[in-house]
């Protein structure tokens, strides 16, 4: 692709962790850099109890080691897709409270934006498909055969 020069909005991408979600971050920060535009990378996280169960015992502790487990998931995505947050990028980094997909067609604000996800189906997807008002970009990720996985099960790191 080519550079069309600065564009207005923002590049939005959702992160977890997973590979499909690193494919779509290192999709994001290229677009980010080729159009002159900011990323916002958020990760959306809940109380694995759950809101309800955590609304008639709210713990604020347990909320903030889960918020600190979310973030440090964030930061780590950028590590391993990209060897850190990238310089030559204007980013934000978000740590939403919520349901994925509403997290990320929130933090959208219009047509002008990019929403970027990993992979190509499930309830997030949905979601930002159905309700998204800016373009979405799904990344796919390459499927791995069965040699190349065995191979990487067999690896081990050198001291």
């Given at each position: ?5 600065p ?14 979600s ?5 999709s ?10 900011p990323?916002?990378a958020?990760?959306?996280w809940?109380?694995p ?5 955590y ?6 502790q347990w ?6 487990e ?10 391993a897709?990209l ?7 204007d980013?934000t ?6 349901k ?9 604000s219009?047509p002008?934006?990019?929403l970027?996800?990993g ?8 979601h930002?498909?159905?309700?998204s ?7 796919p990720v390459?499927?791995?055969?069965k040699a ?8 081990t790191?050198?001291?």
């Amino acid at each position: 692709m080519y550079d069309d020069g600065p564009r207005a909005g923002r590049v939005v991408v959702g992160v977890n962790g997973s590979p499909a979600s690193l494919a779509a971050l290192r999709s994001a920060v290229d677009q980010a850099r080729r159009t002159h535009r900011p990323l916002v990378a958020a990760i959306a996280w809940q109380p694995p109890e759950g809101e309800g169960l955590y609304s008639r015992w709210p713990d604020r502790q347990w909320a903030r080691h889960w918020y600190g487990e979310a973030r440090a998931t964030l930061t780590g995505a950028f590590e391993a897709a990209l060897g850190g947050l990238p310089s030559d990028v204007d980013a934000t980094l978000r740590v939403v409270r919520g349901k994925p997909g509403p997290v990320l067609v929130g933090l959208t604000s219009g047509p002008d934006d990019l929403l970027v996800v990993g992979g190509h189906r499930g309830a997030v997807h949905r979601h930002v498909r159905r309700h998204s008002l800016c373009p979405v970009l799904t990344v796919p990720v390459r499927k791995v055969n069965k040699a190349e996985l065995r191979a990487l099960l067999r690896m081990t790191t050198a001291a």
